[in-house]
Structure formats: C-alpha cells, structure tokens
C-alpha cells in the first residue's frame, strides 16, 4: 500500500524537534483499524465528525493513531485548538495519550497512541454482538466503568487547570490490549480553573442521549463536573443493559426508556438474568453498575455524587448503596449541534 509522510510536532517542551509519522494513504475508523480490516473511505466523517484516522507508525516503530482533520466547517480551527490545549495537559492511565501534533495552514493532524481494541461501542451494543449476552465478562465490564471513573476523576481534580469532558459516551472510550480504559476526543472540552465551580456556556454541547439537561436547559442548574457525571452515567447503564438507553424499537412501553426499566428491576429486587448476569457475584456487580448509574443521571446536579464519590460507590460495597429517586429523563431539541 502506498504510505505518506507526516510532519509533526511534538506539544511536550522536552520535544522540539520534527518527527516523521508513516500513515496509511487510505483513511480507516478507529475501529477498523484496531481489527487490522480494510480501510474504507465512506464512513470517516460520520464517525468522527471532523475528520479521519489513520493507522501509523513512528520512526521508533510505535504504532500511533494519527487524526487528520477537515476543515469543512471553516473558521479558525478552535476544535483542534481546543483539543490540543486541553488534552496537553493531561497524564493519566485512562487518558488517551496525545503525543503530538500538526498545523500547516488549513491542515491539522494529531497524533495519539494506538489503542488496538478500538472503542467500547464496539463491545457493549447487543446489535453489534448479534445476542444479548455481553461479549466482554461482567468484572471486565465492572474494571471498565472503574477505569473511566479514575479518568474522569483526574480531569475534575487532578489537572492543574480542571477540564470538563462534555462529551462522554461509549465511542470515546477506546481500550488497549488490556481493555484498559482511556477517555478520548477532547475537542468539546472546557477548561476551569480550580478556584471556579460552575461555567459560563454560549452553546449546547455534547451528543443527544448523553448530554446533561443543565446544559440545554439553564433553568434546572448550573453547568459543571456533574454534566460529565451525568454522562458517565448513562453509559454505565448502556455497558449494563447492552443496549441503547432510548429504544424506540422495544416491543413493550416499558422498556422503551432503559433507565425507568432497570429503575423497576431493582426497586422490586428482581433479577438481572435477562441482562446476561447469571451467578450471584454478577447479579451484585450489575446492581452496584445500576445503582451507581441511576444516582449519576440524577435531574439536579447537585442531587448527582462527583467523580471522586462515584470511584468510592463502585469499589466499595453494594450494601452501602442507597436506592436513588427514580430519575426524569429529557431529551434536547435536535435543532442544536451535537456529535455523532
């Protein structure tokens, strides 16, 4: 296959100098790179949003994930600035690793680790799986959700400068060989200083099933951490469930809104085995993932625990977890512009 060359810096002070980056000529998603098929044209830009991926390998050898943006959306490149001011400051095992960068006029690349198991999507969804039963184990689900947590934690309170996600959901989350987890894709990240809890927003952000109801609608709190948590719990009941939250296609009402069906399961201490969980050890992690993730979609940001709390609920007992109220789920106009 014919390769090209890249230029790229890197964005650490350490490393001054210009790297050569060998890419595929033909673009791939994340996902069939990680699975080693063919490279396809047609769906980049629905999968990204704003550019391609492609499958390197630095000088030394190490295989990189390079992102070749567009600039179909004009202006002055804020996303990619964006990106790279958030996630250059970052060091941390469940954040994805920007190793460096490109801008030459209107054409910006960044260039990341490799994850060689692509996103969680992938993993998670039974329509991708071809059953209900969940591809990965329970307690690889369970170190997953833990691992995201840590790396949400990190962004809200390890950095210097706090970042707040705005974007969090299965397909960015990408896993290495390991299935260790590491957040991804920061161009709708925001930045706060620690002395600031709140921030200021011009516009909606985020993806329609994700995305926190404070941050489309003003009048039911302030935009903060929590929108992450939120987020962050919406996942964590589609890694249970295995499915989509909102399901417009479920046979029965009920069980149309997730959230409100798994809510009655265990209100009433039913059984999970229709989710996959058999033994006892499964039904207890499934449980702690569900009650964890109802209190994170809670309405009321201040009604949702932080990330720091959140860590503490998934490795302490299931005992120690209270019921949460049953959680109001609102959807946002799809007339504002969210990612896909």
């Known amino acids: 296959m014919t390769k090209r060359a890249v230029k790229t810096q890197f964005i650490s002070s350490t490393f001054t100098s210009l790297v050569v980056v060998a890419v595929f000529a033909e673009p791939a998603s994340y996902d069939a ?7 396809k044209k047609k769906i980049i830009a629905k999968v990204l949003g704003y550019g391609s991926v492609f499958k390197g390998k630095l000088n030394d050898g190490r295989p990189v994930a390079v992102k070749v943006l567009n600039n179909s959306k004009g202006g002055k490149g804020e996303e990619f600035i964006n990106e790279v ?7 941390h095992i469940n954040v994805v690793t920007l190793l460096g960068f490109c801008s030459e006029g209107t054409k910006r690349a960044l260039v990341y680790e490799f994850m060689s198991k692509g996103s969680l999507e992938k993993f998670i969804f039974s329509d991708n799986l071809g059953n209900r039963q969940h591809v990965l184990d329970c307690q690889k689900l369970f170190q997953i959700a833990v691992g995201i947590a840590r790396g949400l934690e990190y962004l809200h309170r390890g950095c210097n400068t706090r970042i707040v996600h705005f974007d969090i959901k299965p397909h960015n989350i990408l896993l290495d060989d390991d299935f260790c987890s590491k957040i991804s894709d920061f161009r709708l990240a925001k930045l706060r200083p620690q002395q600031q809890s709140t921030l200021s927003m011009l516009d909606a952000r985020g993806t329609i099933g994700y995305i926190a109801p404070e941050v489309f609608c003003r009048n039911i709190g302030s935009v903060s951490h929590k929108s992450d948590v939120y987020s962050y719990g919406m996942m964590v009941l589609e890694m249970v469930g295995g499915r989509k939250n909102i399901n417009a296609k479920a046979e029965k009402t009920s069980e149309i809104h997730f959230p409100h069906w798994v809510y009655k399961h265990i209100e009433l201490k039913e ?30 940001p201040t009604n949702r625990p932080s990330m720091t709390k959140v860590v503490e609920m998934l490795e302490g007992s299931l005992g120690s977890l209270e019921m949460p109220p049953k959680p109001f789920l609102c959807s946002p106009s799809r007339s504002f512009s969210s990612t896909t």
């Open 271 to 300: 059984s999970l085995a229709l989710l996959g969980f058999q033994s006892e050890a499964e039904e207890d992690i499934g449980r702690k993932m569900v009650l964890v993730g109802l209190w994170c979609i809670q309405t009321e």
């Open 33 to 39: 790179c990680a699975d080693g098929d063919k490279p």
């Open 85 to 91: 001011a958030s996630i250059g400051r970052t060091y």
